[in-house]
Each structure stands twice: as C-alpha cells, then as structure tokens.
C-alpha cells in the first residue's frame, strides 16, 4: 500500500505541476479575453439569476435552481473543508491565494462549459436531458472519439474524486467526533445513497435544493462567528496568506510542501477540486435544467465558482489561519489533516463546533456523491446507452462503501489524477469551440440589454400612472 501511495503522490504532483496547470490557465485566460472579462461585469446578474429566476416553461428535467444546488453539491463539498485543509498542510497558507486566481479565471471556463452544455443536450430515450463535455465535443466538433476519451475518465473521476473522497472524509470525521466505525459509516452512507441515486436526476435534484442550502448555511455561519470571535487575528491571517503565497521556502502550514512551487500547486489543484471549473463535470448537471437559452443558464452555473472558492474556501482558510490548529498533532503523533483538522479549529472556539463541521461534512459529503453520480452515470450512458445505466449506479453505491474504509493518503492524490485526466479533454473542447461560446454570448448579453430596456420602461410607465 506504501508504495502504490507514493507512485500516486508523484504521478499527481508531476501531473499537476506542469503542463496540466499551463493548459487551465491559458484557456481560462483565453476565454476571459475573448469574453472581455465577463466575469466581473455578469457577477451580480448570475448570483442574481441563481436565487430568483424560474423557467418553469423550459425544456429541461430540472429547475435552474435544483440544477445549480446539484453542481454546488459537488463543489460547495469535501473539498471545500477537507480539501482546503490538506491544501493548506501540503502547499501552505498561499494555497488559498492561488485558489482565489484560478477561481477567477474559472468563473468565465465554467460560463462556457454551461453554455455549450445546453446548446448541444439531446433528449435520450428516458425522455430525460443528456448534455455535457462528451456531448458538446461530438456534436460540436463532430469528434466522438474524444468525447469518448472524456466520458470514461468522468466514470473514473465520478468513482474517486465524487465518491471515494466523500465517504473516507465523512467516516473520518464521524471517527474522530463519536468513534464509530469506518466500516458502519460505510454501510449507512451506501444504503442512504442508494435510496436517492435509484431515484434519478429528479431526486437528486430535490434532495439537493433541501441538502445544499442548510448545510451551507450551518458552516459558513459557524466559521463566520469564528473569525468574528478571533478578529484580531485577521490581520495576521491574511498577511501569513499572501506572504507565503511568494514565499520561495515552506511557510506556515506547508509543513510538506515547498514554498511557493507546492503553493500554485495544491492551490490550483484543490480550486478545480472545490469549484470543478475546467473538469467539464458541473455542465452535466447544466444540460438537465430548464431554461430558455443557454446563456442563461451558462451564468447561474458560473456563480458557483464564486460561492464555493471565494466563500466557503476562503472561510475554511481562515478559520484554520486564526485559530492556530494547523502544525497540531492527534494522539498517535500523527499530523492533524483533512477533516479532522477543521473539527479541532471550529471546537477550539465554539463548544459544538466538531459537531458544526461534522454536520456540515456529512452532508457536504453526501450531497456531493448524490451529484458526481449523476455525472458518472451521464458519462456511462453517453458510452453504453440509457438501459445499463442501473449497473452503473449499483457499482457507484458498493465504491460508497469501499471508500469510508480506504485511507486518505490514497484517496486524494487518487482524485487529483483523475480529475486532471478529466480535463484534458475538455479544455481541448472548449478552445475548440470558442467562437461558438463568443457568437452564442454576443447575442444573450444583447438580450439581456432589452430585457432591461423592457423592465425599465414598464417602471417608468407605473411612475406615470401613478
């Protein structure tokens, strides 16, 4: 197990550290240019978009609000908490820095994943949505072989980043807060998943609506009242944060890391872990909802990079940063990380705050395999049709519990791989079809200049009669 641990860690850092970090970010920055920085203009449109537009009437399986709660629910998750903390052991403080620059970037990647999502779904033979990298690469660049290529590496990274992941962390923290069993975590996880997941998108997206927002709300409070508590040390916080961002040797909190090189690294690939900007996983959920143009959609879709990486991350970071827990050791002189790491800064202030984080990992957890579910099975279907879909999922379930007894060595740089593997593709895609996503842009954002016109003249007609 040692060894295979550490042929992971080195294909994962290797992968991560060169040609795969340069591809993300010249095609998000090629997108930000394309789109003139879209993302800073449309950012209050699309928060604005997700929490109260509807389009009951559309084409779709699922709300626009249900389709965003399904891909938060993968990404406002495990790596969010558990993610950042092991980032933050690894690469140091500044990991949340260049978190924050790829999540910026990946607001207008994720935009254009959503959009071509939408514009090239297909009704499948369940009457249900399909849509998704594997779709928008075949359809849109007429190259099946490659969207092939991208739904089997999402199969892979549905089973260890969407699975595996999940309920290693949440057994861990349930070990560390009530030692129960890995191994009775593991069956619980498993039987409640598969009540859900047999119930399709339909499910999962109602389930999701419910799930999402509490458990966001429960941590982004408690973590709130944290670092209102410690505010004297916010200050030194965010200067330990931007210090070792540029640092050329491990600051604090990169214990194992290296400076600034492990810093870009674990940041970037813990930001495409959180927010799934660039994997091509989170339009899958996209092509399910209903609406009435794709680039509707395509910005409620991009304002969950800004929920999960500059607020439930940013959050988490800080936490760690003013509470001083990083460096802690468990009872066995094992180094404190992942989740267990996060219970101890949230109970180190609060009286319940293990429970706080506990909670909040159990759904977080939860939610996100019921998401990366649906992703996995979209990518099994695209490969071998609507009737083997129920395999797909009884495998998906029995990983569930494989998952809450693994060791989270393994699991991480597991993910990491796949969910770089993942991408390759779609990034390839979405260069490709960039002047699909600037056409389809032009003409959405001049719609959106006459819907306002509209709303304006119809004020100022109320003004008059009145």
Known sequence: MKNLIEIF???DFYLWNGFLIYLLLIVGVFLSIRLKGMQIKYL?????????RKDKNAKGDISQFQSLMTALAATIGIGSIAGMSTAVISGGFGAI?????????????????????????????????????????????????????????????????GNLIQSQSISDALFELAKIPHFITGIAIALFSAVVILGGIKSLGKVNAYLVPIMALIYVIGGLIIITINYNQILNGLFL??????????????????????????????????????LGSSPIAAAAAKTDVPGRQA?????????????????????LAVTNVVGMTTETGDLLNG?????????????????????????????TILGWSYYGEKCFEFLFKEKYILFFRIAFILVVFLGAISSIKLVWPLADIMNGLMAFPNLIGL????????????????????E????KKRKSKKLELN
């Open 44 to 52: 209050f449109t699309s928060l604005k978009f997700a929490f109260f």
């Open 97 to 161: 820095f260049w978190m924050w620059v790829v999540a910026f970037i990946g607001m207008v990647t994720k935009y254009a994943e959503a959009l071509l999502a939408v514009k090239y779904r297909v009704l499948d033979k369940n009457n249900q949505m399909a849509g998704g990298p594997m779709y928008y690469i075949h359809r849109g660049l007429n190259l099946k072989w490659l969207g092939s290529m991208f739904a089997v590496l999402g199969i892979f990274a549905s089973f260890a980043g």
């Open 431 to 450: 260069f490709l079809l960039t002047n699909v996503v600037v056409s389809e842009s032009k003409a959405f954002f001049e719609l959106l200049k006459n």
């Open 299 to 319: 910005l409620i879709s991009m304002s969950g990079v800004f929920l999960s990486s500059f607020i439930v991350c940013t959050i988490t970071v800080l936490v």
């Open 241 to 278: 944060i931007f210090k070792s961002a540029f640092s050329l040797k491990a600051a604090k909190g990169g214990l194992i890391g290296a400076g600034i090189q492990a810093a870009i690294q674990m940041g970037i690939a813990r930001g495409i872990s959180s927010n799934e900007a660039g």
């Open 339 to 367: 989740a267990p790491l996060v219970m101890r800064a949230f109970a180190s202030v609060l009286p319940f705050g293990g429970y706080i984080v506990a909670i909040g990992l159990i759904l977080f957890g939860f939610s």
């Open 9 to 11: 860690e080195k294909i």
């Open 452 to 455: 306002k016109e509209i709303i």
